[in-house]
């Protein structure tokens, strides 16, 4: 498992990450933000959170590391 907090700083992003993340459909990507969680393959679901604050990530699946190395422009 691969835990870390990314900031997706509005829509154009939120484009981009969910992109990198339909790269990656073998991986169960989790988005947790204070009483919420989401599947991050879900466009409006990152809508739906308080995108001005951290956001933690988890992910699990075999053979993360690509997915860990183009998440890097997100991570804090």
Wanted: hydrophobic share 40%.
């Amino acid at each position: 498992m691969y835990n870390t907090n990314i900031t997706i700083s509005g829509i154009d992003k939120a484009r981009a990450f969910v992109a990198l993340t339909a790269k990656y459909p073998h991986i169960k990507i989790t988005l947790n933000h204070n009483e919420y969680s989401i599947d991050a393959h879900s466009i409006i679901g990152i809508l739906s959170l308080d995108l001005s604050q951290p956001i933690y990530l988890e992910a699990e699946g075999e053979n993360m590391d690509a997915f860990i190395e183009e998440l890097k422009p997100f991570t804090v």
